[in-house]
């Protein structure tokens, strides 16, 4: 696996703004795009990981809550007022939560509670981050949606699939209604990533598991680090004509159809 260490300093003086950044993606790219020179602020609804994450990389924790859109507005004027800019937004924080299954198993209130929080709180986050960019006349936007955005799956969570098809739709639109103002907003559509949520979804099915990592030609799940990097590339001037579109991070999932034995 490569080694996704951080080798340069693109984002030196940049503030940027992670949610979920308690665990998984969200505090694997705090620490990558701290490494690379920015403000971070972690936002979290968990205080005590969002804490330790903010202090392991110097920077100011927001417990929030990012279904809540007074605690959205809140938690980018801290960021604004912290360190004078918003220049990096990565709406990361989601839930993958066992009840949400087939269509014929899922209720409505599983059904809400993840397009609430996938969905929606991408919605909130990006309404907040937009005005400072605006102001600033630039910023990068990135949404994790994932790769089940593109390709459908017998083994389905039918509230987080519809959910991230509809953050990769809303990032697409975003990108091109701002785009003369600066701001370009991608979608990072990562590959099943080695993280507590995958864990502990396949801990409690480990066939779901096993079917799954037989479709990877590269033949192993993602690390955490190898999506930070590719968030941290999104977030630098090396990206500055990639711009509404989704950015597959999954190992050749979306490319195979028959994989490596």
Request: hydrophobic fraction near 45%; glycine fraction near 8%.
């Amino acid at each position: 696996m490569t080694d996704t260490t951080a080798v340069c300093r693109r984002l030196v003086g940049r503030t940027a703004v992670v949610t979920g950044a308690g665990s998984g993606i969200g505090l694997a790219t705090a620490r990558r795009l701290s490494a690379e020179g920015a403000h971070v602020v972690c936002a979290d609804v968990d205080e005590a990981s969002g804490k330790a994450a903010a202090e392991e990389v110097d920077g100011l924790f927001v417990r929030t809550d990012v279904t809540d859109a007074e605690q959205v507005e809140a938690l980018f004027k801290a960021a604004f007022d912290t360190y004078g800019s918003v220049d990096i937004a990565f709406n990361n924080a989601g839930i993958s939560p066992p009840e949400d299954d087939s269509i014929l198993e899922t209720g409505l209130e599983a059904w809400r509670r993840v397009q609430e929080v996938n969905l929606t709180s991408v919605y909130l986050c990006c309404k907040a981050a937009i005005p400072y960019m605006r102001r600033q006349g630039k910023g990068s936007i990135i949404n994790t949606a994932s790769f089940v955005a593109r390709m459908g799956a017998a083994t389905s969570q039918i509230s987080y699939t519809a959910s991230k098809g509809g953050v990769l739709a809303m990032s697409r639109e975003l990108g091109v209604q701002f785009a003369r103002e600066g701001i370009r907003v991608n979608a990072l559509c990562p590959g099943p990533v080695n993280t507590p949520l995958l864990q502990e979804l396949f801990a409690k099915d480990p066939e779901r598991a096993a079917r799954r990592l037989v479709h990877i030609p590269l033949g192993r799940f993602a690390e955490p680090t190898e999506m930070a990097a590719a968030v941290a590339f999104l977030a630098s001037d090396d990206s500055s004509f990639v711009n509404a579109t989704d950015f597959l991070v999954d190992g050749g999932i979306s490319g195979a159809y028959v994989t490596p034995l």
